[in-house]
């Protein structure tokens, strides 16, 4: 129920009180035969996403996937096909599209990114920067690529950063608290930005630790301080970062704001003629 209602919310957006170009140039009764062609290659993703939006417009409209999410297609692939008609097909397209295309992207980019660590014991993972309301999906797509999920929300777990530091008087009485009140269940993780910091979230018994805006040689350092007692998370700005140099460090994780927040949509497009 809640997708339906984000997917009318965006059908809303697009057709406002009607697809007018369709209306006056298409006689109602047209019916059309279509399909989604990759453009370039990349990995699939969002087929179900797109089969429900032409579902809300209408029941007649019928999806044939030709590859599953998580597939890894070339140019020219057929993704799947379409058949019904033409009105609800046309008012769909953009909006089954623009998913179809942004989490399509967003697993291609984690393929690329989890290729560029293959051998190497660190898993890349995503971020919260991601965008409003598309997190659900943004990360499953991350999935689909063959990344792994971080927290979903501020609720899964507890990310001590430098502004809960601050606002708390420092690592040690920061994660002292975090102890005493948060369930058992939940992992501690800390941001250091320096071996002191490191050393402290150790002491003071963090779970993981995550080294922002270090450089390789750094965090070779503190993967050596911590010797296994946390796990060790590279985090800044790693979008534009030599992973496998990163990986190299020994670190855990990677986590990648840029999986979600600056990536290029796939290219693929709706290629439709009448019946």
Same mark, same amino acid.
């Given at each position: 129920?809640?997708?339906?209602?984000?997917?009318?919310? !965006?059908?809303?957006?697009?057709?406002?009180?009607?697809?007018?170009?369709?209306?006056?140039?298409? @006689?109602?009764?047209?019916?059309? &035969?279509?399909?989604? &062609?990759?453009?370039?290659?990349?990995? $699939?993703?969002?087929?179900? /996403?797109?089969?429900? &939006?032409?579902?809300?417009?209408?029941?007649? %409209?019928?999806?044939? @996937?030709?590859?599953?999410?998580?597939?890894?297609?070339?140019?020219?692939?057929?993704?799947?096909?379409?058949?019904? @008609?033409?009105?609800?097909?046309?008012?769909?397209?953009?909006?089954?599209?623009?998913?179809?295309?942004?989490?399509?992207? /967003?697993?291609?980019?984690?393929?690329?990114?989890?290729?560029?660590?293959?051998?190497?014991? +660190?898993?890349?993972?995503?971020?919260?920067?991601?965008? @409003?309301?598309?997190?659900?999906?943004?990360?499953?797509? %991350?999935?689909?690529?063959?990344?792994?999920?971080?927290?979903?929300?501020?609720?899964?777990? &507890?990310?001590?950063?430098?502004?809960?530091?601050?606002?708390?008087?420092?690592?040690?009485?920061?994660?002292?608290?975090?102890?005493?009140?948060?369930?058992?269940?939940?992992?501690?993780?800390?941001?250091?930005?320096?071996?002191?910091?490191?050393?402290? !979230?150790?002491?003071?018994?963090?779970?993981?630790?995550?080294?922002?805006?270090?450089?390789?040689?750094?965090?070779?350092?503190?993967?050596?301080?911590?010797?296994?007692?946390?796990?060790?998370?590279?985090?800044?700005?790693?979008?534009?970062?030599?992973?496998?140099?990163?990986?190299?460090?020994? $670190?855990?994780?990677? #986590?990648?704001?840029?999986?979600?927040?600056?990536?290029?949509? +796939?290219?693929? #497009?709706?290629?439709?003629?009448?019946?």
């Amino acid at each position: 129920m809640q997708l339906d209602s984000f997917l009318r919310a !965006a059908l809303d957006e697009d057709i406002g009180w009607g697809d007018i170009t369709t209306e006056v140039c298409v @006689p109602a009764d047209t019916l059309i &035969v279509g399909r989604f &062609v990759a453009k370039e290659d990349l990995v $699939v993703c969002g087929l179900d /996403i797109v089969r429900r &939006v032409f579902a809300l417009l209408s029941d007649r %409209v019928m999806l044939t @996937p030709r590859a599953a999410d998580g597939d890894a297609v070339t140019k020219g692939t057929v993704i799947a096909d379409i058949t019904g @008609p033409a009105h609800p097909v046309l008012m769909g397209e953009r909006v089954a599209l623009n998913f179809l295309e942004r989490l399509s992207g /967003i697993a291609t980019r984690t393929r690329d990114l989890r290729r560029a660590v293959e051998g190497a014991k +660190a898993r890349v993972t995503d971020t919260r920067k991601t965008t @409003p309301g598309m997190r659900t999906l943004e990360k499953y797509a %991350v999935r689909a690529g063959g990344g792994a999920n971080h927290r979903m929300g501020l609720s899964d777990g &507890v990310l001590i950063k430098d502004n809960h530091i601050a606002a708390s008087g420092g690592i040690t009485a920061a994660v002292r608290r975090a102890k005493a009140a948060a369930p058992h269940t939940l992992k501690i993780e800390v941001e250091a930005s320096n071996l002191d910091q490191v050393a402290e !979230a150790l002491n003071a018994g963090a779970d993981i630790i995550m080294l922002d805006n270090m450089d390789a040689g750094m965090m070779a350092e503190a993967v050596r301080l911590a010797d296994g007692r946390a796990l060790m998370e590279a985090s800044g700005n790693m979008g534009d970062k030599n992973l496998a140099h990163i990986a190299a460090s020994g $670190v855990d994780l990677i #986590s990648v704001g840029a999986l979600t927040h600056t990536v290029r949509a +796939a290219d693929i #497009s709706l290629q439709v003629e009448t019946m």
